[in-house]
């Protein structure tokens, strides 16, 4: 595959899939607020009127590990654009492109990660915690697959970069002739002090 081509749609796919990261930290943040709506109302003593909450965290968790195997092919993709990479201008371009994509990728994971913790913290139903402390432990293998792209992404850009010209080394400074060196004092009293 051609570096250039390969750049341009792993841009692509890059921005696609921090689009789906923050679209699933939106679901998050909404199964959050209700996990911590429940819990309050327990805390309290009110019925919970939320009863389609268990269904909810099951099926954003059958929508993480699909995605999760979506993500898997990103490292691999990554790796044979860096082993195939060679110095070209155009492509420089899309490779940081790619590398900022590949962080920001990185750290939004991350913040999915957190989240998914806090919503496990606050569900107070057994079998709904354990549901959440699996959904936390898939979100953190997606964190873990895509730790290493902004490393693999950054290698690209240094890949493609232009290379520097080689400067060729300074010539060594010509010998200066030896300077006259005093003669050493002779070895006795220290003079005396007028």
Known sequence: ?????????IEGTLSIT???????KAKLEDLLFR???????????????????????????????????????????????AANATPDDRAAKFASSVMRLA???????RALHDLSLLAHQHIRSADLKIEAWYLAQEVEEMVMRGQGLPTVANKIVMATAAPI??????????AAPPAAVPPAAPPGPPPAKP
Do not use: H, W
Not at 103 to 109: G, P
Not at 165 to 174: E, H, I, T
């Open 18 to 24: 921090c689009d789906k990261i923050n679209a699933q």
């Open 35 to 81: 996990a911590q709506r429940i819990a309050n109302a327990q805390k309290n003593g009110m019925p919970n009127n939320d009863t389609m909450y268990g269904y909810d965290l099951q099926k954003f968790r059958r929508e993480v590990r699909t995605f999760s195997t979506e993500l898997s092919g990103l490292p691999v993709l990554l790796g044979s654009i």
């Open 103 to 109: 962080s920001r990728m990185s750290q939004s994971l």
């Open 165 to 174: 010209a080689a400067v060729p080394p300074a010539a060594p400074p010509a």
């Open 1 to 9: 595959m051609e570096v250039l081509s390969g750049l341009k749609q």
